[in-house]
Each structure stands twice: as C-alpha cells, then as structure tokens.
C-alpha cells in the first residue's frame, strides 16, 4: 500500500519576500497503541498478549535506565538508541563546565532490516 503524502506551501523565514515553495509532507493514518502491537505480537507467536504486553512495559522501563546509564540498546535488526550530546565550544579545557552542555537527545540509528523497508514504500499523493 503506498504511502500517502501532501504539499505544504512554506516561505524562506530568511527571505519572507521570497515566493512560497511546496513540501511534502506525510499524512499519517493513525496511532498504533503499545496494546496493538501487544495484540498483533500475541496473534503471530505463542505469546499471550497479557505476556506481551507485560514485556513491553518492562521494555519500556528497562532501556531508558540502560540509555540514561550510557549504554547503546541494540534491538537486533530493528536498529539501536543511544544518547546523543552536543556543546557550546570553550577556549580551554579548564574552561569547559557542564553549562555548556546543551540537553541531551535520544538517537534512533533504524538496522539494515528497517532501512531496507525505506526502498519498498511507493508514494502516492493525497486525494
């Protein structure tokens, strides 16, 4: 099924002169719910979808303590999180405190298996 997009007029903030140009942009069908993928799990393995649904909530517990720890959680083929950091530079060494250090983020890098998914999807502009 393609994937559906639409164009969004956006102007040049550095030359609001400038005549506006069109992006696209996805259109999302929905949300899927942490239970949905609890249910869709259960209904393709011999997991219960209670089971599942209790592993995901642990999921969800464990790998923010691993990031916040340092740690890169690797998901197999589904990709890998880690914590990501940048800084105002300082002159010195001795000069650098933690004031410079802007908030951290949270880095998805997607495994070979979900970038390939990237080549299939076909567009299709919305109705």
């Keep these: 099924m393609p994937l559906k997009y639409r164009l969004i007029p956006r102007g040049n ?9 069109f992006y696209a942009t996805v259109v999302t069908k929905g949300e899927v719910t942490q239970r949905q993928l609890a249910k869709d799990i259960a209904a393709i393995s011999t997991v219960s979808e209670v089971d599942t649904m209790a592993m995901l909530e642990a999921m969800l517990q464990i790998i923010p303590k691993h990031l916040a720890e ?6 197999g083929d589904f990709g890998s999180f880690s ?3 940048t800084s105002d530079g300082a002159e010195t060494e001795a000069a ?5 250090m ?6 998805f890098r997607p495994g070979q ?6 080549n299939t999807i076909k567009f299709e502009k919305e109705a």
């Design 13 to 21: 903030p550095a030359k609001p002169e400038a005549p506006k140009k």
């Design 70 to 75: 340092g740690n890169i959680v690797r998901l």
């Design 83 to 85: 914590i990501q950091i």
């Design 96 to 100: 650098f405190n933690a004031t410079l």
């Design 102 to 107: 802007d908030t951290p983020k949270i880095v």
């Design 113 to 118: 298996e979900t970038k390939n998914i990237l």
